[in-house]
């Protein structure tokens, strides 16, 4: 069984679109996090939700609105979408109110986000 | 949160020992120290965490000098398998897990 899933795994879409990011953990996690890997590979945190409460939210455009229906899922809306967007996003879990270091992350497989 | 130095990358060979060493000068005293490791096309996976002297589970081991300035984690008669971005990220347990470049090692047949 996957523990963090997230679907599509690959998204295509043109500029302008309006797209969604799905996730579902399994492992009964508290908290739940979106990250974006740019071009250059870097890892970056966008937000993460304990018990669907918005704990962390970083300088994200207002176009990015994560969605948090129930503890095990964290979805990601995306309005108006830009090229610089275009990304691979990761959920990400884990126990507890913890961010991190008090728990390990698990993470999902990744959305690659292109953007035309 | 500790800013950390580690190579942008490595090379190695089937069979050989490891070993990356992370530097973080400024780590403070709450704070943890954890590598993670990822593969193409997937997500970061946790390997090993610790705080002082080491720690050693059935992937890695982590070796911390008492100054807790810098860490070396240390990998075993890596495989090709291994092939993979690492990471260390140092915080204290209200810390978020904010990634740096990592290093990207290649081990070669």
């Known amino acids: 069984d996957t523990a963090v899933s997230q679907t599509p795994k690959y998204l295509v879409t043109q500029m302008g679109n309006d797209k969604s990011i799905k996730c579902e953990q399994n492992?009964?996690?508290?908290?739940m996090y979106w990250y974006k890997q740019d071009s250059k590979k870097f890892l970056k945190i966008m937000f993460s939700?304990?018990?669907?409460?918005?704990?962390i939210n970083e300088t994200v455009p207002n176009r990015f609105s994560p969605k948090s229906p129930d503890k095990a899922h964290l979805n990601l809306h995306i309005n108006s979408l830009e090229l610089g967007d275009s990304a691979v996003y990761f959920c990400?879990?884990?126990?507890?109110?913890?961010?991190?270091?008090?728990?390990?992350?698990?993470f999902g497989n990744g959305t690659r986000l292109t953007v035309t | 949160l500790a800013k950390t130095t580690q190579p942008i990358s490595m090379d190695s060979y089937e069979g050989q020992e490891v070993n990356i060493t992370c530097s973080h000068n400024?780590?403070?005293?709450?704070?943890?120290i954890t590598w993670y490791q990822q593969f193409p096309s997937q997500g970061p996976r946790f390997i090993i965490q610790?705080?002082?002297t080491k720690v050693t589970n059935e992937v890695a081991s982590l070796f911390i000098p008492a100054d807790r300035k810098s860490s070396t984690l240390s990998l075993p008669r890596v495989s090709l398998s291994d092939t993979a971005v690492y990471y260390c990220?140092?915080?204290?347990?209200?810390?978020?897990?904010?990634f740096g470049a990592g290093t990207r090692l290649t081990v070669k047949p």
């Open positions: 990400a879990s884990s126990q507890g109110r913890g961010r991190g270091f008090n728990s390990p992350l698990h």
């Open positions: 492992l009964g996690h508290d908290t």
């Open positions: 939700y304990n018990n669907k409460e918005l704990i």
């Open positions: 400024n780590i403070a005293t709450n704070d943890y």
């Open positions: 610790g705080y002082k």
């Open positions: 990220l140092v915080g204290d347990l209200d810390n978020d897990m904010r």
